[in-house]
């Protein structure tokens, strides 16, 4: 079977390694041609864990191949960005989809699948992407078979998840169903789900939405528990000791192409049926404001000073930082201060500091935006050059941090108001902050 992967991204590469790491002929098409070139090589332009050995082997197998242009196959699977439109529903740009499928609809033949990987609002493939088919002179179900086949994997374990996690198949009709499980079950050891394309369409993008409504619960806790002088994450942790509770973490907003993305598609196909993912969206969003407030209360009297963020990306251990709220956060703060940016991920920019002694040096704050591994623990050596040895965690990422140091979370914001940062308690020893602090009686 030979496959055409049409987009290399985070999604459409992975794809098609996995493909070709399992006897499939695969063309993997992108427009640009430098990562064209990289990838004919064994190189990669993303960052995913062990993504690059997979590449060289697929590579050096001759079942991967890159290129420009399209060329003629046995199924085409798009897997093309659909941004927000800049409208004010923020509905579903569609139009690299609709690009990515012009541009092999003169290469069609009977007996061919389509597969639409791309995430996409509820009843595009039958209404958008169908009729161009049929106009092309193709039978939807008989001439060529249209399926809508949604990842559902998370970033930095890309490669495992898809060939363990169940996936969904969504037909236009039975046999395009039937089709679909047939290129899937090539290398998916997970359950390959058969259903109807509208169903698949609304089931990708509520596995999103769900996780965005309950963080922007937990983020709305965070805002009461800072207004009533109450410890949001020990409610949280408390919470979730109870058989049917789990709340997600908080954190500085919600980013990537999925969380931050995907229920606007839904909301904006049935405005007056979705109030609550419309105002799970509003919380989120007011999440980076909130941080940047915090910190001005934190740094009261200093402005000018210098800060320093660490991690931009929307979430830790990639290199991603499509939708990353750090980024909102970080154009705020440059309005009050003198603001440093270190992360180890990501390389394409030259304002990121690669060394973290030399983003720190002469800082007051340390404000941590994405949960990277490195990140977990800091020495003194890591924090010798600063004024003030304040870390805020935003992410509950941070474990270890020298003797000297200050370290706050999203729970401590709350004492902003009433200690300054030499009296702010550290994470490490709860029941002696609690007795400090006389929440508990003696």
Not at 18 to 45: E, T, W, Y
Not at 156 to 165: P, T
Not at 234 to 246: C, G, K, L, S, T
Not at 412 to 421: E, M, R, W, Y
């Amino acid at each position: 079977m030979k496959i055409e992967v049409i987009g290399l991204g985070y999604i459409g590469l992975p794809t098609a390694v996995m493909f070709a790491n399992h006897d499939q002929m695969v063309v993997g098409v992108d427009v640009k041609q430098d990562v064209v070139q990289k990838l004919n090589r064994g190189m990669l332009h993303i960052e995913e864990p062990g993504l690059e050995e997979a590449l060289q082997e697929a590579v050096n197998s001759g079942n991967f191949k890159a290129r420009t242009i399209p060329e003629k196959a046995d199924v085409f699977i798009l897997s093309v960005p659909t941004p927000n439109l800049n409208n004010a529903s923020k509905s579903c740009d569609l139009s690299l989809v609709i690009e990515a499928l012009g541009s092999i609809l003169p290469l069609l033949e009977t007996g061919n699948t389509v597969i639409v990987e791309s995430t996409i609002e509820p009843k595009a493939t039958e209404n958008e992407i169908a009729p161009l088919i049929e106009q092309a002179g193709f039978t939807i179900g008989e001439d060529v078979f249209l399926v809508h086949c949604p990842e559902r994997v998370l970033p930095g374990q890309i490669l495992h998840e898809l060939k363990h996690n169940n996936r969904i198949i969504g037909g236009v009709t039975e046999a395009c169903t039937q089709k679909g499980i047939e290129v899937y079950q090539t290398f998916v050891e997970g359950h390959l789900m058969g259903t109807k394309a509208a169903t698949a369409e609304m089931a990708k993008l509520m596995e999103n939405t769900y996780r965005d409504v309950n963080i922007a619960l937990s983020n709305e806790l965070v805002k009461i528990c800072d207004t009533l002088d109450i410890q949001a994450m020990d409610v949280i942790e408390m919470a979730n000791q109870h058989p049917r509770v789990h709340l997600l973490d908080p954190g500085p907003g919600v980013g990537g192409h999925c969380l931050a993305v995907d229920p606007y598609f839904i909301a904006a196909k049935a405005p007056e049926r979705s109030p609550l993912i419309q105002t799970a969206r509003k919380v989120n969003q007011s999440m980076p404001a909130f941080i940047v407030s915090k910190v001005r209360e934190l740094l009261s009297g200093k402005l000018g000073c210098k800060i320093t963020i660490c991690g931009i990306t929307y979430k830790g251990n990639v290199d991603d930082i499509r939708e990353s709220p750090a980024l909102i956060i970080l154009k705020q703060l440059q309005d009050f201060y003198q603001v440093a940016v270190h992360d180890p991920h990501v390389h394409q920019f030259d304002w990121i500091e690669q060394d973290l002694a030399e983003a720190v040096r002469d800082s007051e704050l340390l404000l941590v935006l994405t949960d990277h591994s490195e990140y977990e623990s800091f020495d003194s050596g890591d924090l010798v050059g600063m004024t003030e040895q304040v870390i805020l965690d935003t992410k509950g990422v941070v474990q270890k941090v020298p003797e000297d140091a200050e370290c706050l979370n999203l729970g401590d914001l709350s004492k902003f108001g009433k200690l300054n940062a030499q009296q702010i308690f550290k994470k490490k020893n709860r029941e002696e902050q609690w007795k400090k602090l006389s929440v508990y009686p003696n």
